[in-house]
T-cell receptor, first 116, second 116 residues
């Protein structure tokens, strides 16, 4: 069965600290996609990254970086030098290509609070 | 501007009312989704439409009735709801070339529904 686990329900850091959000997934498929979304207080989910299962290269985008490790079924997200505007709920999600319609399986989300 | 617009943003309705949620996407996508986000729960997929055809219905009660008149519009018709149906209802769209690579889903800002 497909499953996404975000064990950290809430994280609180002080501005400029680095923070890592954990994501562990389960799937029987060899081909799949992993996503991270950010949900600010306004409600919409903002797409951050998509990674396919054949690309284990880590990615960096500004202060954001992602560490994909198939061996541990993890896709962790690190924010470097956090800022107050990073405060939001972050969701990790899994999608399998054979699922018609592109169904996303979401984790429970991690609420990040960055304090000044 | 996310490209996916949901109206209304907030809705309060009595258990005997009938109301509809509207979603419109301006991205040229061919798949649209309804998700429910309740407090402290992962996002739950409710309905998937691909090429205007419903391809998934995750055992959603019949008091929720989706409608997809064209690839740009998606409705969720509500009637005789229960207080436990109070939640944030999120619409999303993506490009879904069935059997091929899926794109990321883009989400609207959601409708905050309160059933009294």
């Amino acid at each position: 069965a497909q499953k996404v686990t975000q064990a950290q329900t809430e994280i609180s850091v002080v501005e400029k600290e680095d923070v890592t959000l954990d994501c562990v997934y389960e799937t029987r498929d060899t081909t799949y996609y992993l996503f991270w979304y950010k949900q600010p207080p306004s409600g919409e989910l903002v797409f951050l990254i998509r990674r396919n299962s054949f690309d284990e290269q880590n990615e960096i985008s500004g202060r954001y970086s992602w560490n994909f490790q198939k061996s541990t079924s993890s896709f962790n997200f690190t924010i470097t030098a956090s800022q107050v505007v990073d405060s939001a709920v972050y969701f990790c999600a899994l999608s399998e290509p054979h699922n018609q319609g592109g169904k996303l399986i979401f984790g429970q989300g991690t609420e990040l609070s960055v304090k000044p | 501007e996310t490209g996916v617009t949901q109206t209304p943003r907030h809705l309060v309705m009595g258990m005997t009312n009938k109301k509809s949620l509207k979603c419109e996407q301006h991205l040229g996508h061919n798949a649209m989704y309804w998700y429910k986000q309740s407090a402290k729960k992962p996002l739950e997929l409710m309905f998937v439409y691909s090429l205007e055809e419903r391809v998934e219905n995750n055992s959603v009660p019949s008091r929720f009735s989706p409608e997809c008149p064209n690839s740009s519009h998606l409705f969720l018709h509500l009637h005789t709801l229960q207080p436990e149906d109070s939640a944030l209802y999120l619409c999303a769209s993506s490009q879904d070339p069935s059997g091929g690579l899926k794109t990321e889903a883009f989400f609207g800002q959601g409708t905050r529904l309160t059933v009294v």
